[in-house]
């Protein structure tokens, strides 16, 4: 399955036009470390078009070796933290997010946006949302259209012609780690009201790059 990083996808018309394109047969789909993840990342995207099953693949066939990641780990004691790993040249950010105890998101779009969600520690909870009716005009509770738990390496994609959804540590006693490639990048999304529907536009920080703490939160 094969998108242009440049198709538009927006709710009113909530399917996405998909190109069929065998542009990542010749890539290795076992990366081995984090690094040849995001070698293969850049090769993925060397084109304009993102092969969501090949990503998905090498996503997944990524082991997270701890030792890998751990310098991106910074977690907060208000609000889960995003950590950018590689800026991706402005095709794609990757990023680790930390989520302590009982901490979540809020619902929210993904700007025309893939993103792919990999587990890395500890128990996440995705919870999907239909897109409000009127968004700003009619006060309605929003539709949950499916929940699912992400654990032990699994892999999530959602993008906005799917829906909208919330990502969620359930957990009182334990962290968790995620791994997410957005493409292309945004910095700017919506966050919707679960029991309106209204959305209100925030703008997305990094709490740290390249492992060192910013100044952006």
Request: some cysteine; overall charge negative.
């Amino acid at each position: 399955m094969t998108e242009t990083l440049l198709n538009t996808i927006t709710h009113d018309v909530p399917s996405a036009r998909m190109k069929y394109m065998n542009t990542t047969a010749h890539l290795s789909t076992q990366p081995n470390s984090l690094k040849e993840l995001i070698d293969l990342i850049y090769q993925a995207f060397a084109t304009n078009e993102v092969d969501i099953d090949y990503v998905r693949t090498i996503m997944t066939n990524y082991k997270g070796d701890t030792k890998e990641w751990q310098q991106y780990v910074k977690f907060q004691p208000h609000r889960y933290t995003r950590n950018l790993v590689d800026g991706g040249n402005g095709k794609f950010n990757l990023m680790i997010l930390c989520w302590a105890e009982s901490q979540g998101s809020s619902i929210h779009n993904h700007s025309n946006s893939h993103c792919f969600m990999k587990c890395l520690q500890g128990t996440l909870i995705e919870t999907k949302f239909a897109w409000p009716n009127g968004e700003n005009e009619a006060e309605e509770a929003m539709h949950e259209i499916g929940r699912s738990e992400l654990k032990d390496g699994k892999v999530a994609y959602i993008n906005d012609s799917i829906g909208l959804h919330r990502v969620e540590n359930p957990s009182h006693t334990d962290t968790g780690v995620t791994l997410h490639l957005y493409v292309p990048p945004y910095d700017h999304c919506n966050v919707y009201d679960e029991r309106t529907g209204r959305a209100n536009e925030t703008h997305v920080t990094f709490y740290s790059r390249g492992g060192q703490l910013t100044k952006e939160e």
